[in-house]
Every structure is written in structure tokens, then in C-alpha cells.
């Protein structure tokens, strides 16, 4: 099975780090929803980050809009900052959401 990591932890009152990194594909979609599956009831601001990212795929693009869509309905300030290298670039101006996301790196 493919390797998949995260951190998610509170950062300040009220702020949410989300970190992930490894393998961001299907095979792991289950475990990073899990990880997704968190109370926001306190929280104001959350920031997203993908690091050391090895491969993405569309199944992580869906659960993450599903995610930035849920913090929005609640009010929720996001900041997304992806790692992102060409191929994942191109993966996501492909599938119309380059509107989610900046290149940071790479």
C-alpha cells in the first residue's frame, strides 16, 4: 500500500494546520477523509498545506474541494498552499480546478 502522512493540529486559538504529504491518491482516499472528518465548530481559520508530495490524483482533488466547500459553508477562512510540481499542475488546469489552487514550489 501506498504511504500517506499527516498533521493536523492547533496552531492558535481558533487556527487549524492541516500538513499532508506522501502518496495523495486513491488508495489512501479513505484514511485522508478520516483525517479530513474533523470538528471545525471552534475554528476560524484553517491552513492547508501539502508537502513532500510523491503523487496526486483526482480522488484527492475531489475530497479536498468537498472539504474547502464544507469550511466555506461554515464561515471559515482557508488558506490553501500546495506543493505542487508539473504534472499535478496540469492535472488540475485539465480538470478545471486550477481556480482552487496556486503553484508554490517546484
Known amino acids: 500500500m501506498?504511504?500517506?502522512n499527516s498533521l493536523i493540529k492547533e496552531t492558535e486559538k481558533s487556527k487549524l494546520l492541516i500538513q499532508l504529504s506522501g502518496e495523495?491518491?486513491?488508495?489512501?482516499?479513505?484514511?485522508?477523509?478520516?483525517?479530513l472528518t474533523i470538528d471545525l465548530f471552534n475554528i476560524d481559520?484553517?491552513?492547508?498545506?501539502?508537502?513532500?508530495?510523491?503523487?496526486?490524483?483526482?480522488?484527492?482533488?475531489?475530497?479536498?474541494?468537498s472539504f474547502i466547500?464544507?469550511?466555506?459553508?461554515g464561515d471559515k477562512r482557508?488558506?490553501?498552499?500546495?506543493?505542487l510540481n508539473e504534472a499535478e499542475k496540469a492535472l488540475l488546469e485539465?480538470?478545471?480546478?486550477?481556480?482552487?489552487?496556486?503553484?508554490t514550489k517546484n
Do not use: P
Open 2 to 4: 501506498a504511504g500517506y
Open 24 to 35: 495523495l491518491i486513491i488508495d489512501n482516499i479513505e484514511n485522508i477523509k478520516k483525517d
Open 45 to 65: 481559520e484553517i491552513t492547508f498545506e501539502t508537502l513532500n508530495v510523491d503523487l496526486m490524483d483526482m480522488s484527492f482533488v475531489q475530497v479536498l474541494e
Open 69 to 73: 466547500n464544507t469550511c466555506s459553508e
Open 78 to 83: 482557508i488558506i490553501l498552499r500546495l506543493s
Open 94 to 103: 485539465k480538470t478545471g480546478f486550477q481556480n482552487y489552487f496556486v503553484q
